[in-house]
């Protein structure tokens, strides 16, 4: 036990003689006052755009026609098997209408192309960037900036040298 004592002291001697080389000393003192500083910034707001208007070609146009008429043929198709005699015919004209009217709708949406892109916009905004702080020491007032609220008291390095 007596030869790590002796062995740690050894190991700290030369660390306590370099730390007494150095007259400084940490006190506290009282915050007078304290100022929060804001600096403005630009903001990155990005959000994704879609633009949802058609742009017609004429092969778009061609391919709307073309759903009307398949459309109109399986509407009619499927209409002439419900009724008898002038119901049939009213039935096979009233599929071939909505059939038409479907057919040329669905091929029209499934080729108006969506196209969408990223914006960015950006916006201020005031962002707190640290503290003005006004203390006193031996009756003297100081000011120094910080990164963090420093509250009611600040420690301070006080460091004395001999002046020839």
Not at 6 to 33: H, K
Not at 47 to 71: F, K, M, T
Not at 83 to 105: C, N
Request: some cysteine; proline content about 4%.
């Amino acid at each position: 036990m007596n030869k790590l004592l002796t062995f740690s002291s050894l190991l700290l001697l030369p660390l306590i003689a370099v730390a007494g080389r150095y007259n400084e000393q940490v006190v506290y003192a009282p915050v007078l006052d304290v100022r929060p500083v804001y600096r403005t910034v630009s903001v990155p707001d990005r959000r994704e755009v879609c633009d949802h208007r058609g742009y017609r070609h004429h092969r778009s146009e061609e391919r709307s026609r073309s759903g009307a008429v398949i459309g109109g043929l399986l509407g009619g198709a499927i209409g002439n098997r419900f009724g008898k005699g002038s119901g049939r015919d009213v039935s096979t004209a009233v599929g071939i209408m909505i059939g038409a009217s479907v057919g040329a709708r669905k091929n029209k949406h499934r080729h108006t192309p969506v196209r969408c892109r990223t914006e960015t916009r950006y916006h201020q905004e005031e962002q707190l960037s640290g503290y003005d702080v006004t203390y006193e020491y031996l009756g003297v007032s100081h000011q120094t900036w910080m990164n963090n609220y420093p509250g009611e008291h600040i420690r301070i390095r006080v460091d004395h040298q001999v002046l020839d």
